[in-house]
């Protein structure tokens, strides 16, 4: 069960995280749309779901699906660092940039998602309690 928390987030993340492979280089956009604003949207969204569907900490859902995307960045560069070596002279801000943009929209995805959760159960006491008298 414990694995179950652990794996979903990572799993998640490594999805957002291969938006970054559909980048042409030299160019952070895909279909006119830039990747970060892609890389926020996808971890938000991402976040809010596992968020309703797991029970876990905020935290870290955002934890693990930031790790699972940088896992998916991280390849992504490594592989075209062995295709050609100067490719990614800007390799560390990438990274860095990345980890701020997805963490940031996975955190208020997470929370957004347990503030859904808490209404959704103060909502169902609520009714419940009322359906008694």
Partial sequence: M??????????????????????????ATIMGISIWQLFGTAAFLGALFLM?????????????????AEMAIIA????DILLNISSHNLLGIDIIFSA??????ALAGAF????????????ANHNNKKSKF
């Fill in 100 to 105: 701020f943009v997805i963490s940031i929209s």
């Fill in 2 to 27: 414990k694995n179950k928390l652990i794996i979903w987030p990572i799993f998640v993340g490594v999805i957002v995280g291969i938006i970054y492979w559909f980048a042409t280089m030299g160019m």
């Fill in 112 to 123: 957004l998602g347990k503030i859904i959760k808490n209404l959704r159960v103060r909502f």
């Fill in 76 to 79: 992504k560069i490594a592989y």
């Fill in 52 to 68: 309703l569907s797991l029970s876990t900490d905020p935290l870290k859902i955002s934890l693990f699906l930031t790790m699972g």
